[in-house]
């Protein structure tokens, strides 16, 4: 059973940068197919989708956010990180990682990360 | 962007009932549509993946159905632990993009 979790300070700045770790166990991060991807809540609202890094070590980011956004992979620690920069009062989410496949070709999410809320303020 | 639109945005039902929740593409996505379960303080966690495939492992009570732009998820008999919220999921082009969800509450 793959899990997943996520650490990483529960606070930030306004306009500094946001990191998040996703530690993942029960499978390899390396193993090929899988897409490993960020998500974030806002209170009391629906998902937004991040990004990813894909095993061969592609990424691929929400335009939205595309500027901000950096996603890496530490295969020695089977983790994997997000660096949102620049943050503001409108990053204030519950942050999640979760493991991406494509089922019938197309990109589902069938493990997540519990979450974590990170809070942007001075 | 490809927007997904639930409805309703809240429903309370009982134990037994059949209980549908609809999601609105605002542009065709073919059958690429995922459905997510969420408990408070929870991971999501994938129901029906195609539109109408069900994840391993999920009661057979969920269904899903639909193509284009019209998407429902079923519950055929609601069951105490289906208390959540419910989210659609295109899969048709990134950025991937969540409906606003729906709550489902037990009577």
């Known amino acids: 059973q793959v899990q997943l979790q996520e650490s990483g300070p529960g606070l930030a700045k306004p306009s500094q940068t946001l990191s998040l770790t996703c530690t993942v166990s029960g499978g390899s991060i390396s193993s090929s197919g899988y897409y490993w991807s960020w998500f974030r809540q806002h209170p009391g609202k629906g998902l937004e989708w991040i990004g990813y890094?894909?095993?061969?070590?592609?990424?691929y980011y929400n335009p939205s956010l595309k500027s901000r956004v950096a996603i890496s992979v530490d295969r020695s620690k089977n983790q994997f990180s997000l660096k949102l920069s620049s943050v503001t009062a409108a990053d204030t989410a519950v942050y999640h990682c979760?493991?991406?496949?494509?089922?019938?070709?197309?990109?589902?999410?069938?493990?997540w990360g519990q979450g974590t809320l990170v809070t942007v303020s001075s | 962007d490809i927007q997904l639109t639930q409805s309703p945005s809240s429903v309370s039902a009982s134990v037994g009932d059949r209980v549908t929740i609809t999601c609105r593409a605002s542009?065709?996505?073919?059958?690429?549509l995922g459905w997510y379960q969420q408990k408070p303080g929870k991971a999501p966690n994938l129901l029906i993946y195609a539109a109408s495939s069900l994840q391993s492992g999920v009661p057979s009570r969920f269904s899903g159905s639909g193509s284009g732009t019209d998407f429902t998820l079923t519950i055929s008999s609601l069951q105490p632990e289906d208390s959540a919220t419910y989210y659609c999921?295109?899969?048709?082009?990134?950025?991937?993009?969540f409906g606003q969800g729906t709550r489902l509450e037990i009577k």
């Open positions: 542009q065709g996505i073919s059958s690429w």
């Open positions: 890094i894909y095993y061969s070590d592609i990424t």
């Open positions: 979760a493991r991406a496949r494509l089922l019938n070709d197309h990109y589902y999410i069938d493990y």
């Open positions: 999921q295109q899969a048709n082009s990134f950025p991937i993009t």
